[in-house]
């Protein structure tokens, strides 16, 4: 297997690459989803919102934590999570950032 060379790119393209990456999956999204719909923090009730194992879905909820996406705290013996708004609100800016640089839907590229 090659090297992805991310040392080649900036901090920011890696971070935002990232960031991608980590909303990559469907159940991903739908996590963020569900959890932008109530917005509240959610314990135990994930697994019943998605067709996959509790051990699936606390993976998915360590890669979207990992990203900063949501937080979690921890209530008794269960992990409760939520958006994590600061950091949303950041990577949202960083996004249209990048999509707005796109040029105007009339011009012709190719």
């Known amino acids: 297997m090659g090297l992805t060379k991310t040392e080649s790119f900036t901090d920011q393209q890696n971070d935002l690459a990232g960031l991608a990456k980590a909303m990559a999956h469907p ?8 959890l932008l719909k109530v917005n509240a923090c959610v314990c135990g009730d994930l697994v019943d919102e998605l067709p996959l194992a509790q051990a699936t879905v606390s993976q998915h909820l360590r890669e979207l934590k990992a990203a900063g996406l949501i937080k979690g705290n921890i209530e008794g013996t269960s992990v409760c999570y939520c958006i994590d708004t600061d950091r949303w609100q950041s990577i949202r ?8 640089r796109c040029c105007e839907p009339d011009s012709s590229c190719c």
């Not at 800016?93 to 707005?100: A, E, H, Q, T, V």
């Open 93 to 100: 800016k960083r996004f249209l950032s990048l999509f707005d």
């Open 27 to 34: 159940a991903r999204v739908a996590i963020l989803e569900h």
